[in-house]
């Protein structure tokens, strides 16, 4: 085997089975198990046969109650007593609170009366349906029959989109909704990666440079088949964890996530094109390559270990503001802002795959995005080769500027 496979090799062996690979990749699994199986796990801390009753007392004399049906979470109750009446079983906690319907104004006042604080799911509930019961209200004020008035409730009207330029993808909601979704996904594993393998290869550089090992080894190496090897090493390094979590999700949600979670994760990925993932994926690598070249000449610059989250700081922030600005996206993914970073090569992974599954955007557009990333990368890999030359075994003091200034001097 040559000196690069042998690098390779040795790097990937060591970081694989180290304590923090293990133990982060566990955490990684057992959040993911947690998130799939969350509606099982939250009704163990839950009591299944304890339900909230409350007491509906209509005084619109139009039946309303109708529109307050009662479910596992929710019992309603309808009382005729008077208000306070009402109000003082609901001090006992014979009721764990009323629901009061009059009419005010010819539209439906709804009064909520509580004497403990009530869960935050079952008051949206109680919103929901009464705002549900107020259109109904409203509807029979114009002397309609019960069924006229269901009629005009349960219509739905589709809309049909239909796009007049053929070079813009011309998605659903549905399809916009499944692409955001696995846009944050992508984002938060872009993050995770980079916040995680940036460190590992420029803590890795800088304590092999710190310790002078560097000097022994690049006696038989050259400086670029060891930055390649790190390259390489913690590349592979960081999709062997990828994977393990991508089967690990895979067999979660196949053997412990009800069919309600499997069906509905079928139905989102359904909605995206399979050329939206080969953009997803291209983007993703190209990143993560474009990061760790940020890492290696970062830990070629430090002269010790110490300093090594200095020189990779700026990294860091850069992957942050990617961050936080595709997180503004979620309200407003056309906007401005979100456009003009997904050209950006250092943010373009995050935000032009969030334009990819969120907006009608062009392949042209994508294509440009994606080709300012790979020339960056690559101006970036040729750089790296020659400046890795000078700063491997180069060994200053001061600020990074300082530090840049050193290696430049430096003739090979």
Do not use: C
């Not at 208000?83 to 009323?98: F, G, N, S, T």
């Not at 935050?120 to 259109?135: M, R």
């Amino acid at each position: 085997m040559n000196k690069l496979g042998l690098l390779i090799k040795q790097l990937y062996i060591q970081k694989i089975k180290s304590k923090s690979f293990i133990l982060l990749t566990l955490l990684y699994l057992a959040i993911i198990a947690v998130a799939v199986n969350w509606s099982s796990i939250k009704g163990i801390f839950t009591d299944d046969n304890k339900y909230v009753t409350i007491a509906l007392v209509d005084d619109t004399k139009l039946d309303l109650a109708k529109q307050f049906p009662s479910d596992k979470e929710v019992k309603f109750k309808v009382v005729k007593e008077s208000k306070k009446e009402v109000d003082a079983l609901v001090k006992k906690e014979k009721y764990d609170a009323a629901v009061y319907l009059t009419s005010k104004d010819q539209q439906l006042a709804v009064e909520l009366a509580t004497a403990k604080s009530l869960d935050l799911q079952v008051q949206s509930k109680i919103d929901a349906l009464a705002e549900n019961a107020g259109k109904v209200y409203s509807v029979q004020q114009l002397n309609l029959s019960a069924e006229q008035a269901a009629k005009i409730l349960q219509t739905n009207t589709v809309v049909k989109q239909v796009d007049l330029q053929e070079k813009t993808s011309n998605k659903t909601a549905e399809e916009k909704s499944a692409g955001i979704l696995i846009a944050y996904i992508m984002g938060f594993l872009i993050y995770l990666f980079v916040t995680s393998y940036l460190s590992m290869i420029t803590t890795d550089i800088a304590s092999e440079k710190g310790s002078r090992v560097l000097e022994v080894l690049m006696a038989s190496v050259k400086p670029s088949t060891h930055l390649f090897s790190k390259l390489i090493g913690v590349f592979l390094t960081g999709l062997t964890q990828i994977a393990i979590l991508a089967v690990g999700a895979y067999i979660l949600i196949q053997f412990t996530a009800k069919k309600s979670v499997t069906d509905g994760l079928q139905e989102m990925l359904g909605q995206l094109p399979a050329t939206y993932f080969i953009y997803v994926i291209l983007f993703f690598l190209l990143s993560i390559i474009l990061f760790l070249l940020i890492g290696a000449l970062a830990g070629s610059l430090v002269s010790k270990v110490e300093e090594a989250s200095q020189v990779m700081m700026p990294g860091v922030f850069i992957m942050l503001i990617g961050f936080y600005v595709m997180l503004s996206g979620i309200s407003n993914p056309d906007s401005l802002l979100i456009k003009v970073f997904s050209y950006i090569p250092f943010t373009s992974g995050m935000l032009m795959t969030l334009r990819l599954g969120a907006t009608d955007i062009s392949n042209v557009a994508v294509w440009i995005s994606l080709a300012i990333l790979f020339a960056t990368v690559a101006l970036l890999f040729t750089i790296s080769v020659t400046f890795y030359k000078r700063s491997v075994l180069t060994y200053s003091s001061g600020g990074i500027m300082q530090k840049i200034k050193t290696v430049l001097k430096v003739t090979t």
